[in-house]
């Protein structure tokens, strides 16, 4: 039976990742985006690292980066998994075949069709086997605005079969402990993505909320 990966973003203390792993999170986000208020530095990225237990997967998380900043900042810390969350084109995915890449999507219910098979396409002509994820985000929203996903317009188009073709599925945008488990019975992601959900106060993650969403999600798939 398929299990539901969860992944905790905008980590940038090194004991909410060491809470978010003992939570039972496969993933951390570490978001290098210097207007975004979940801003990790480098020295902070680097605790983190050093302390982060085996087994779970970290990840880089760019917004319109340039490709030497995102190369300098993964090289350095060695991270293998990065994730684009602005306006990156497939040719720049292209250009980052040595990781794996996972891409935002914008949700609004107007245009979700024609990107998602804008994107197929581009999968198949530039050939982007690295391209592993998408992740839906809210239309019109930053990421960790805790403002939820058109839950609906996502549901739909998985039932016309709209995301075959295209890499795994990962769900994001205002999911909290308290919504989650629905959207995983209903829609069957890959993986959940949460950061403002969890959190105590903003940019601090809450351990008990962190473990009331792992155990949503663990609860929907049995």
Request: aromatic fraction near 4%; charge should be neutral; include cysteine.
């Amino acid at each position: 039976m398929h299990r539901t990966r969860i992944k905790i973003d905008g980590i940038g203390h090194v004991e909410d990742a060491q809470e978010a792993a003992r939570a039972g999170a496969d993933a951390v986000g570490m978001i290098f985006h210097p207007p975004a208020p979940r801003n990790v530095s480098m020295p902070r990225a680097t605790e983190i690292l050093a302390d982060l237990p085996p087994f779970i997967t970290p990840v880089g998380v760019f917004v319109d980066s340039d490709l030497g900043r995102i190369r300098e900042i993964a090289g350095s810390l060695g991270l293998r998994h990065v994730q684009l969350h602005g306006h990156e084109s497939p040719e720049i995915i292209a250009q980052l075949r040595d990781f794996t890449v996972i891409k935002a999507v914008r949700v609004y219910a107007d245009t979700l069709s024609a990107e998602l098979d804008s994107w197929r396409k581009a999968i198949i002509r530039l050939k982007l086997t690295h391209l592993q994820g998408i992740v839906l985000e809210t239309g019109g929203a930053p990421g960790g605005s805790g403002v939820p996903n058109d839950w609906e317009t996502i549901r739909r188009h998985r039932q016309r079969g709209d995301f075959v073709g295209l890499p795994h599925l990962i769900c994001a945008g205002g999911l909290t402990p308290e919504s989650v488990a629905s959207v995983v019975r209903d829609i069957r992601p890959w993986a959940v993505d949460v950061s403002s959900g969890v959190e105590s106060t903003p940019g601090r993650k809450s351990i008990e909320k962190i473990r009331a969403f792992v155990g949503a999600v663990v609860g929907a798939d049995e």
